[in-house]
């Protein structure tokens, strides 16, 4: 059973709107939460990372939220653009694990 | 500073055939790790290592070796390629371990087998 599910599977915006994506989780105990953008014949590229005890993390346009309670993520997209059209993994990482537990990832389209 | 590489990008392999994905970092990392990216799923971990002369199994580990014999190289053997490997492959590095430092991941090996 995957440990890590995203929703929505896929989502089209227009230019210059905001998406948020979800991700819940079952790892435990949790170490940290990553969220990946990977584009198109590429490898995943690093975004936020966030230990348990954070609850929000930004990078430029790119806001991730994390509830470790609930054990929920969220990655927030504000005013896309079309390069921001990508997959978006959510990443679990288990406490003392040696392995990444990957979700199966948000793929965005951003029309103009 | 490439970060990690790997090569080649596309291959395409006949039922049976063997061959080698390689993969290069060359930020001095111990832990190397190798995936397979599948439609609808999450990567999932072949193999794995902490450092030269250290390797073990993931979850999918069957039909592939590695070995390290060195920091910067983790080469992906693919013993008697089957159409269920067809996926594609990336290798990720990182300084210490997965649980707490940045993973980096190469550019990933299309592989089609026939």
């Known amino acids: 059973k995957n440990q890590v599910e995203q929703s929505p599977q896929s989502l089209i915006i227009l230019e210059g709107k905001n998406c948020t994506l979800q991700?819940?989780?079952?790892?435990?105990?949790?170490?940290?939460l990553r969220w990946y953008k990977q584009d198109t014949g590429r490898g995943p590229v690093s975004l936020t990372i966030?230990?348990?005890?954070?609850n929000t993390k930004s990078n430029g346009r790119y806001t991730a939220t994390l509830d470790a309670d609930t054990k929920q993520s969220s990655l927030h997209i504000t005013a896309s653009q079309l390069s921001d059209s990508a997959s978006y993994i959510c990443?679990?990482?288990?406490?003392?694990?040696?392995?990444?537990?990957f979700g199966a990832g948000t793929t965005v389209t951003v029309r103009a | 500073n490439a970060g990690v590489t790997q090569t080649p990008k596309f291959q395409v392999l006949k039922t049976g055939q063997s061959m080698t994905l390689q993969c290069a970092q060359d930020?001095?990392?111990?832990?190397m790790s190798w995936y397979r990216q599948d439609p609808g799923m999450g990567l999932r971990l072949i193999h794995y290592?902490?450092?030269?002369?250290?390797?073990d199994q993931g979850e999918v580990p069957n039909g592939y070796n590695v070995s390290r014999s060195t920091t910067e190289d983790f080469p992906l053997r693919l013993l008697s390629a089957a159409p269920s490997q067809t996926s594609v492959y990336f290798c990720?590095?990182?300084?210490?371990?997965?649980?707490?430092?940045?993973?980096?991941f190469g550019q990933g090996t299309r592989l089609t087998v026939v």
């Open positions: 990720a590095s990182s300084y210490e371990g997965a649980w707490d430092t940045e993973a980096f």
């Open positions: 990443v679990v990482v288990g406490l003392g694990d040696y392995k990444l537990s």
């Open positions: 991700c819940n989780y079952t790892v435990s105990p949790f170490s940290n």
């Open positions: 290592s902490v450092g030269a002369g250290i390797t």
């Open positions: 930020m001095n990392h111990e832990y």
């Open positions: 966030m230990t348990f005890s954070e």
